[in-house]
């Protein structure tokens, strides 16, 4: 198990260097645009390279990414080319919040498309449909729109959720979790919908297969057959789908962070991108594929403890 | 009697599954023999390799020793046009008759593609295809049905058909009744025999079944974990065996009378 | 050569799609509002970007506006109609970039060999692992923010999910026999891929069309929304934006573009799902683990007696147009106990559906008539999962025809069958373990210790049978049902199994019914024997009997198709004269 861990881990690092290896090399096509940016208006191309060079953007790029990489494993991510605020402290003030709604989000997807994709397999009838139906409206309607809805109708006429602003949660934990319930709830629907219909047509496959019929015959109670046997060969897929809603939801929480005025790191890479602050741009390359990395990582492991084979073989 | 298929110390490799899996050795120098019009049987267990003879000669799968000959030609790293060439005088029947045919094709364009591909004129091989039909016992219209409309002794009959078209021959049959039911079984079985003694085409049979083995074969060889153990005339095979393991296989497979079976269990168990 | 079959089928795809309401609802409002973008220069007069300033936040109809004015002075109509165009046009290039690569390298990564599939799945998981938006962001410096090419790199992040979606339906397909079929034919790999792999693939990515246009769109109007892109082309998120900022003075500006985008989105989630339906057959049906506990029979005397009595047991199974096929019509027979009875039959004789009915596992689809199944006088049919628990395991057992897919390959074997054990009889873990091990030791495995540990792929067909017989047997059931237990193995196995089994019915005295089509079986293990055909019974007698002196036809048939032990091929293989035409070529 150790050297599947290790496997993962340093195929995860490889990756997220690549990712940003790559980022870098498209970045740096817009190098004269930067340049510029920094100058103001009305540069002419002669300072446009003179800045360059200050700024160390005319060295080969293998050079630079490479220093770039070597400051970045030590942690110092350099700083803005237009606050001189440091990247990496930056980041991660903001990154709290954004996580705080992601993770959220992503439990309560779990445990809500486990318990209503088991159900509406096991038992058929009412609770399917209604499995289905929530599934159908998740898929339908964008978060976009269901964010700015709940605002409307919650905050605005309700009054029983602020509208907007963060409260941390080592300041005051029943206002965090208010001041976050919308926005989860909206970031939430169309990862329920995907992931209920993932694992109901997961298990409804399981429940089929001989070795239940051939365990019911034992004497085991159904209860057991379903969540200890069905439900753990199921779950393989149904992770892979929860990987790629990581990723969606990480999408979707920038814009739910504009709608609600949280301040997350989606305003932040926003501006930074838009002004060409590539020290930025990178430590947010790197962050976000880091994250990405990370949960890949904790879906492997889950997935080579409930699949043996996997852990095994390969 | 001319030598048609000539197998020498054929030896055939799977690669292990993952980045950096030991591969292992499935066939370890087989050697055999088809002859014109008659019928091989290939007899052995699960995992002996007795497939993966039948999958070497057709260019399904590369050897990694040894050499196949087919009317004296070394075929075997035939490449794709050889291949395709070959195709003419080399065809197959599976075991599987409900994933051997497309279920999206009808059993018209099942038959007809082969042919067509080969170059024959579409009225020509039309008319080819009603003519196969009618050897393997096929209704006419058959031809505009779908594979799922169809038993699984019909389905066979279907893949038995495909293997006729170009008049191939050598017909490697993998296993071709062991889908089927009792009665089918023999029915079947008859057909292929009646065929090679119409048109004379030779058959390399593959089966686990020592009573179907003996049902159409002239010679069989015995072959177990990737060694062929014994190689005769089908009487010497099958009623005296010299090999221990064939006499393994011989016994355990139970004979349908009670008091035949339980003097076969005695000998069996004393072995 | 396609004959009128291949076309009908097409046509009836066709026409079921036109049949439902989901889909031509769908793809009307589609077409209707592409048409309207496409037609937005005749349909409004004024341009997307014209901004007067008598006319900000106009209301409906003023200034010639038809659904008012935005907070710059614009006709929101107008831009409304252009920003279909650019919904059109992002889903476009997302959809088609996706599509090109991902269907490309699932074919070939999918059709040929390993090395290059191992390098297409790196690749993929590459870009899987770029953090989606947040990519599209960082990237402004990059594509200025144009929504073009935007799109692109979008549809590039896209293209994993169809990579997979194609290399698995060509994984599948190339391991059908009819591929290998075809390329024995001769057939080159082009037409193999043209004729049998595509059309495998096509149903599915037809489908996910649907889904990647909606992803494109919602995710173009995601970045709008955000800033992402300037601000001259008109969007649907850009008016979102716009709306929301004035969400409380003028709730209108929000509506329009907020019902415009969530009609195209809704309408291309219902026409995939309608896609869906009408390529694929619609969703699978819930699997409930229930008994057919409709039908409770009378509780009258049994015309029979013995341990197990079936009395003239009906079960069917609805139709698809609703009607009760039968697949079992009134089958009686009785096991003594401490005999073997063999059932035979060839498929479709309803043998398995009559054991499968003892044990109350029929699928939930099935409908039990008529008829009782009494196990020591106790009524069988009509007992509720709960009290069946009861009887299993200690009354009644199961050993299955093929023993891999029926053990559950992520638990150990020994894990289990402690689980079976205790389900049974109530006791310790320590003890269920120790009666596991031994049992284990007692069906003659080697290693029990071992196998104990081991997951169900490491182990052989052989071997797993006997872990199915030892939990079978494990908590002394006095009947035991054995479903064809050694067809699926080779044929030396199969005579110690056999053995296996005749050893173990002598100890606790059990009762056996036995359900084989292999009358060599029959001839070796059974007492007695009941010939099945078409859901009834046609003849009963001991073995010997039977053998000797088959009653009815079909049995004579049956025996008579059994391959003879003697025969042998007697005809020389001889080359008839002009039956070989292959001279000629």
């Given at each position: ?314 | ?42 007899v052995?267990e ?162 686990h079944d020592l009573a179907v083995i003996r049902q159409?074969?002239?010679?069989v060889?015995v ?11 089908a009487a010497q095979v099958t009623t005296a065996p010299e090999h221990p393991y064939t006499e393994r296989l011989l016994l355990a497979a139970p004979v349908a009378d009670p008091a035949e079976q339980r003097q076969r269990r005695e000998a069996r168990q004393r072995l | ?339 073997t009875?063999g ?143 050694t067809?699926?193995l080779d044929v030396t196995v199969q005579a110690e199994i056999l053995d296996l089994l005749r050893d ?10 036995l359900?084989t089509?292999n009358f060599g079986v029959v001839a070796d293990i059974c007492d007695?024997v ?13 073995t010997e009997?039977l053998f000797a ?10 025996l008579?198709?059994i391959l003879d032990e003697t025969t042998l ?17």
């Amino acid at each position: 198990m150790t050297v599947y861990v290790l496997r993962r881990l340093t195929a995860g690092l490889v990756l997220a260097v690549l990712v940003t290896m790559i980022t870098f090399l498209l970045l740096s096509t817009s190098f004269d645009d930067v340049a510029s940016s920094v100058l103001g208006n009305g540069a002419t191309p002669g300072q446009i390279a003179a800045q360059k060079a200050q700024m160390g953007l005319d060295r080969p790029l293998a050079v630079q990414y490479g220093d770039w990489l070597s400051h970045a494993v030590r942690g110092d991510l350099g700083a803005s080319y237009f606050t001189s605020e440091p990247v990496r402290s930056a980041i991660t003030a903001r990154l709290g919040v954004t996580l705080s709604i992601v993770v959220v989000a992503l439990l309560a997807t779990s445990v809500i498309s486990v318990a209503l994709g088991v159900a509406a397999a096991a038992r058929g009838g009412a609770v399917d449909r209604f499995a289905q139906g929530a599934a159908m409206t998740g898929y339908l309607v964008p978060s976009l729109l269901v964010a700015i809805a709940l605002v409307y109708v919650f905050a605005v006429r309700l009054h029983v959720f602020p509208a907007t602003g963060y409260t941390d949660f080592s300041e005051n934990p029943a206002r965090w979790a208010s001041s976050i319930a919308i926005p989860v709830v909206a970031l939430m629907m169309g990862g329920v919908a995907s992931l209920t219909s993932q694992i109901r047509g997961a298990m409804i496959g399981e429940l089929r297969k001989d070795y239940v019929r051939t365990l019911r015959t034992r004497g085991i109670p159904t209860r057991s057959i379903v969540l200890r046997h069905a439900l753990r060969n199921a779950a393989g897929p149904a992770l892979t789908v929860l990987s790629l809603e990581f990723i969606q939801m990480l999408g979707g929480a920038l814009i739910i962070e504009q709608i609600f005025a949280l301040p997350g790191f989606g305003q932040y890479a926003f501006n930074a991108s838009l002004q060409g602050d590539v020290p930025i741009i990178m430590g947010i390359s790197l962050f976000g594929v880091l994250l990405v990395v990370a949960v890949n990582l904790v879906v492997d492991l889950l997935n080579g403890w409930l699949n043996p084979k996997a852990r095994i073989v390969s | 009697m001319t030598t048609l298929l000539e197998v020498s110390d054929l030896r055939v490799t799977y690669p292990g599954r993952g980045f950096r899996a030991r591969s292992h050795e499935v066939l370890h120098g087989v050697s055999l023999t088809v002859g014109q019009s008659e019928t091989l049987g290939v007899v052995g267990e699960s995992g002996s390799g007795k497939t993966t003879i039948g999958r070497a000669v057709l260019g399904l799968v590369a050897p990694s020793g040894g050499t196949v000959r087919f009317r004296g030609n070394d075929i075997t790293r035939a490449g794709r046009a050889e291949r395709r060439a070959l195709a003419r005088d080399i065809q197959v029947v599976f075991q599987d008759p409900y994933s051997s045919l497309n279920p999206a094709l009808t059993i018209g364009d099942i038959l007809g593609e082969p042919l067509i591909v080969q170059g024959t004129e579409t009225s020509e091989a039309r008319r080819r295809v009603a003519e196969l039909l009618d050897q393997v016992g096929l209704p006419k219209d058959a031809s505009q049905r779908l594979p799922r409309e169809f038993s699984g002794g019909q389905r066979q009959r279907v893949a038995i058909a495909r293997a006729l078209a170009p008049a191939p021959r050598l017909i490697v049959c993998d296993e071709p009744v062991s889908a089927l039911d009792l009665t089918t079984q023999a029915r079947v079985l008859d057909l292929l025999v009646d065929i090679q003694r119409r048109t004379g085409v030779a058959y390399l049979f593959i089966s686990h079944d020592l009573a179907v083995i003996r049902q159409v074969s002239h010679r069989v060889s015995v072959i177990h974990h990737g060694d062929i153990v014994e190689t005769g005339t089908a009487a010497q095979v099958t009623t005296a065996p010299e090999h221990p393991y064939t006499e393994r296989l011989l016994l355990a497979a139970p004979v349908a009378d009670p008091a035949e079976q339980r003097q076969r269990r005695e000998a069996r168990q004393r072995l | 050569m396609t004959t009128p079959n291949a076309d009908t089928r097409r046509r009836s795809t066709l026409r079921r799609l036109i049949a439902d309401p989901q889909a031509v609802v769908s793809a009307s409002l589609l077409v209707v509002i592409v048409l309207l973008g496409l037609l937005a220069p005749v349909l409004s007069d004024h341009g997307a970007d014209e901004a007067n300033l008598d006319a900000v936040n106009a209301g409906v109809g003023d200034h010639g506006y038809l659904l008012g004015g935005d907070k710059s002075g614009r006709d929101i109509f107008a831009r409304l109609l252009y920003s279909i165009d650019t919904s059109v046009v992002s889903a476009l290039i997302g959809t088609s970039i996706a599509l090109a690569i991902g269907i490309t390298s699932g074919l070939v990564g999918g059709y040929f060999g390993r090395r290059v599939r191992g390098v297409a799945e790196w690749l993929f998981s590459l870009i899987m692992t770029f953090p989606g938006l947040l990519l599209l962001i960082v990237l402004m410096p990059v594509t200025k923010g144009d929504y073009k090419a935007t799109m692109i790199v979008f549809g590039v992040l896209l293209s994993p999910g169809i990579y997979r979606l194609v290399r698995n339906l060509v994984l599948g397909v190339k391991n059908e026999l009819y591929v290998d079929a075809a390329r024995v034919s001769g057939l080159p790999d082009r037409r193999i891929l043209r004729r049998h792999v595509l059309t495998v693939v096509r149903g599915p990515v037809i489908i996910a069309t649907a889904f990647l246009a909606g992803s494109s769109i919602a995710v173009q109007s995601g970045l709008a929304f955000l800033g992402v892109g300037s601000n001259t082309v008109p969007s649907f998120g850009a008016m979102i934006s716009e709306g929301f900022t004035n969400l409380y003075e003028e709730p209108l500006q929000f509506l329009w573009p907020s019902l415009a985008l969530g009609i195209i989105t809704a309408s291309l989630v219902l026409l995939g799902n309608a896609l869906r339906d009408a390529l694929e057959g619609g969703r699978p049906k819930p699997a409930r683990i229930v008994t057919a506990t409709a039908y409770r029979p009378p509780a009258t005397e049994s015309a029979v007696s013995g341990l197990l009595t079936v009395d003239d047991l009906a079960i069917a199974y609805p139709t698809p147009t609703g009607e009760l096929k039968e697949v079992v019509s009134g089958v009686t027979l009785s096991v003594a106990a401490g005999e073997t009875l063999g059932l035979v039959g060839e498929s479709g004789s309803g043998k398995t559906q009559t054991a499968f009915a003892a044990l109350g596992v029929l699928p939930s689809e099935a409908v039990v008539t008529r008829g009782s199944i009494r196990l020591d006088g106790r009524e069988l049919l009509g007992l509720s999962e709960r009290e069946l628990r009861a009887v299993r395991g200690t009354s009644i057992a199961y050993v299955p025809q093929e023993p891999m897919s029926n053990l559950d390959p992520s638990s150990t074997v020994g894990a289990q069958l402690v689980e079976g054990v205790r389900a049974a009889t109530p006791m310790s873990t320590g003890e269920a373990r120790n009666r596991v091990l031994a049992l284990l030791a007692r069906v003659g495995i080697p290693e029990p210790e071992r196998t104990f540990r081991s997951y169900p792929h490491q182990i052989s067909g052989g071997m797993a049978q006997r872990v199915l017989i030892a939990g079978a047997v494990a908590s002394r059931p006095l009947l035991l049902i054995a479903d064809e237990p050694t067809t699926a193995l080779d044929v030396t196995v199969q005579a110690e199994i056999l053995d296996l089994l005749r050893d173990l019915r002598r100890e606790p005295n059990m009762t056996v019914l036995l359900v084989t089509h292999n009358f060599g079986v029959v001839a070796d293990i059974c007492d007695r024997v009941a010939v099945m055909r078409a859901g009834t019974v046609v003849e009963t007698g001991t073995t010997e009997e039977l053998f000797a002196r088959p009653q009815h036809p079909y049995t004579r048939t049956l025996l008579d198709s059994i391959l003879d032990e003697t025969t042998l091929r007697t005809d020389p293989p001889a080359t008839p004269a002009g039956a070989l035409e292959t001279e000629k070529r």
